[in-house]
Structures are given as structure tokens and as C-alpha cells.
């Protein structure tokens, strides 16, 4: 994906596909619930070449 994708990839309802291919709210939904345990998203894409998605979660504390 393109840089400027990129940018929008995790906003509520921003989708590349048409509307009755889905809503727009599934990496948005991912990355509210990772940020939600303290964790991050990153992102990897080349146009044409396929993305990556590395999701980063803290390791638990205590026992």
C-alpha cells in the first residue's frame, strides 16, 4: 500500500475496498484493542508487494 493508505489504514471506516465489501472498522477494532493492553501495531508495505503487520504486546507483570 501506498504511503498515504498507510496514514489511514486504522481510522473508523477508512476502507479501499467498496462499501458492501466490508465496513472499514477491522484494523481500527485491532489497533484500539492492542493499544487498549499497552501494545502497538507496526506496519510494513511496499506497493504491490504485500504488507506485514507486527503486533507488539508488553510482557505481564507479577507471577
Known amino acids: 500500500m501506498d504511503e498515504v493508505t498507510r496514514d ?3 481510522d473508523p471506516f477508512f476502507s479501499t475496498k467498496s462499501p458492501r465489501d466490508g465496513t472499514g472498522l477491522g484494523l481500527y477494532v485491532c489497533h484500539t ?3 487498549g493492553l499497552k501494545g ?3 506496519v510494513e508495505s511496499a ?3 504485500g ?3 507486527r ?3 508488553p510482557a505481564k507483570e507479577g507471577p
Open 40 to 42: 502497538r501495531i507496526e
Open 47 to 49: 506497493p504491490g508487494q
Open 55 to 57: 503486533v507488539i504486546l
Open 51 to 53: 504488507s506485514v503487520f
Open 33 to 35: 484493542l492492542v493499544e
Open 8 to 10: 489511514k489504514i486504522f
